[in-house]
């Protein structure tokens, strides 16, 4: 069963184009969460979806950002016109439906870079 | 709203010595504990976890942590550390189950 997968992994981007990062859970789990990782931070919460459902975006920013889940394919993170504050490493867990008492599993995470 | 705290941003450590990472939560209702591992460029790995039952509870690696009701905390202990314990942790708490709140985490540094 292979594992929470994020590609890319590594992406770099100049100020005011589109980071797109994709996330594919782990088989069986309809539950993604996305995270953002600053330096010397801990993770912070973004969003949370179920297969083409938005439940929880209490902490995406209002503007620029965007998330989907659809019914086929990945999830997709979308930052449009990035700015240089918008660098950090993003991470996406999945967990497996219904599971209330969750342990979420952790991708490797996109490194964004913004320059 | 949940928090989570954990006070040393660095634990340095000498190998074969005891190390304890702190971990204090603030919550009104009951909750679900985590810690999690992050080695250099990956993901976060399930260390171990509280959901109810026995308070201590161990990981496969020799990490324990002890939920404290009373104290809000879930302290994560080894009594020997490898070099290859040398990593960033994350102390996590869920009400839900489903979202969420990380700390701040704390490296680990084991020293040889």
């Known amino acids: 069963n292979a594992g929470v997968m994020q590609n890319p992994r590594h992406l770099v981007r100049r100020r005011g184009q589109e980071a797109r990062l994709r996330c594919s859970p782990m088989k069986g789990h309809s539950h993604v969460y996305w995270y953002r990782q600053l330096p010397e931070e801990g993770l912070k919460f973004m969003v949370y979806l179920q297969k083409e459902n938005i439940i929880d975006e209490s902490g995406m920013p209002k503007e620029r950002f965007s998330a989907e889940f659809p019914k086929e394919g990945p999830s997709i993170l979308r930052i449009q016109q990035v700015v240089r504050g918008d660098s950090a490493a993003y991470f996406c867990a999945s967990s497996p439906i219904g599971q209330g008492q969750g342990e979420q599993y952790f991708g490797p995470g996109t490194r964004l870079t913004v320059t | ?112």
């Open chain 2, 1 to 112: 709203a949940q928090s989570v705290t954990q006070l040393d941003s660095q634990v340095p450590v000498f190998e074969e010595a005891p190390v304890e990472l702190r971990c204090n939560y603030s919550s009104s209702v009951s909750v679900y504990l985590f810690w999690y591992v992050q080695y250099p460029n990956q993901g976060l790995q399930l260390l171990l976890k509280y959901l109810s039952g026995s308070t201590l509870v161990k990981s496969i690696n020799g990490f324990e942590a002890e939920f404290n009701k009373s104290q809000t905390s879930f302290h994560l202990r080894k009594p020997s550390v490898h070099i290859s314990d040398t990593a960033e942790y994350f102390c996590a708490v869920s009400v839900t189950g489903n979202q969420f709140y990380f700390g701040t985490g704390t490296s680990l540094t084991v020293i040889p």
